[in-house]
């Protein structure tokens, strides 16, 4: 029971994390919300900073890597991997989303100057996606999908970096239609920029010859 009490403060609170960022999070209404005595909740988080730790190690560290996951121990058709991750991220994109944004980029953006500790976590989130993204993008250098003179690491960045651009834009927008407009040039800039040419993709890889406009 004592694991479940902890799950369910860590999620309760990821979800209001989403909801209304860090600074705003109020633990008395969680513990209000989840039913819970006030010794319950500071038993496993004596304090606010170390429940956000435990959030970002626990929950977003491991949702963020995850979507990156098909990329791993990949060295043939890095291309349609790549490019079924980032349609999967916009078909999922909801009303919700948009109104939120992207967690990770709204707390970089909130807590990097608030506290050292929280920095360095987000930091670890970023740099554990990056790894990822560059280690595919060698991968396909090296199976001769992608084109030689990228820069895998400086692209894995950019990669990431303009993700979190199409979330903040299309919430400042309020508009899924931003967001699947922004993605789809993604899409297409990641073809143009990243990958040899499309008679060069690997069996699988030529979703990137159908994309939307």
Known sequence: MT??????ILNSCFEAICEGGFINLRTDKEIKRLRITKGAFYHYFPGKLDLGYAVIDEIILPKYTER?????????????????????IKTSNTDLSVKRG??????????SNEDETFRLKLEE????????????????????EMRPQIDA?????SLIGQLQGCYAVAKTRNSKDVFTLMLNALQRQ????????????????????????
Do not use: C
């Not at 996951?69 to 991750?85: M, Y």
């Not at 989130?125 to 001769?144: F, P």
């Not at 990641?190 to 406009?213: D, I, K, N, Y």
């Open 3 to 8: 694991k479940i009490t902890r799950e369910k």
């Open 68 to 88: 990156w996951a098909t990329l791993e121990e990949k060295t043939r058709g890095v291309s349609a991997a790549l490019n079924e991750i980032i349609q999967g």
């Open 102 to 111: 992207d967690v990770l980029a709204n707390l970089m953006v909130e807590m």
């Open 125 to 144: 989130v970023l740099e554990a996606q990056v790894k990822i993204i560059q280690r595919a993008i060698l991968n396909g250098k090296a199976a001769g």
């Open 153 to 157: 690491r400086s692209m894995a960045y």
């Open 190 to 213: 990641l073809r143009e920029v990243l990958f040899v040419s499309a008679g060069s993709e690997p069996a699988g890889g030529t979703a990137f010859q159908h994309m939307t406009a």
